[in-house]
C-alpha cells in the first residue's frame, strides 16, 4: 500500500502560478513512475506529467513549456510547477504513482485547481 496526501490546489488568474505536492508514505526509490493526472468537469481523466525512476519526464502538449514535474528523493514527493495557468487547466489533479515491484497503482484524493480569466 501507498498512501499519496496531495496539497496546493487553489483559485488563482490566468498567467499566475501554482505549484502541488504529493507526498507519498512510502520511498519512491520502490516506486517506478510518479505522475500527475487531471480530470475537467464532464471529461475523462488526462495525463498530465510523469517522471520516472531514473528522473525522465515526458508532459501533455498542452502543458509543454508551462508546467514542470519534480522529485525530492528525501521527502518523497513529486511535485507540479504550474506557469502561465490558462483557464483551460481548471481540473482536479490527481497525483499517481506505480509500485515497480507489482506494478499496483494508487491515487491521491485529488486537489481542485481553478483558473479564472
Known amino acids: 500500500q501507498v498512501q499519496l496526501v496531495e496539497s496546493g490546489g487553489g483559485l488563482v488568474q490566468a498567467g499566475e502560478s501554482l505549484r502541488l505536492s504529493c507526498a507519498a508514505s512510502?520511498?519512491?526509490?520502490?516506486?517506478?513512475?510518479m505522475a500527475w493526472y487531471r480530470q475537467a468537469t464532464g471529461k475523462q481523466r488526462e495525463l498530465v506529467a510523469v517522471?520516472?525512476?531514473?528522473?525522465?519526464?515526458n508532459y501533455a502538449d498542452s502543458v509543454k513549456g508551462r508546467f514542470t514535474i519534480s522529485r525530492d528523493n528525501t521527502e518523497n514527493t513529486v511535485y507540479l510547477q504550474m506557469n502561465s495557468l490558462k483557464p483551460e487547466d481548471t481540473a482536479v489533479y490527481y497525483c499517481?504513482?506505480?509500485?515497480?515491484?507489482?506494478?499496483?497503482?494508487?491515487w491521491g484524493q485529488g486537489t481542485q485547481v481553478t483558473v479564472s480569466s
Open positions: 517522471i520516472t525512476s531514473g528522473g525522465l519526464t
Open positions: 499517481n504513482v506505480r509500485t515497480k515491484l507489482d506494478l499496483m497503482d494508487y
Open positions: 512510502r520511498s519512491i526509490f520502490s516506486l517506478n513512475t
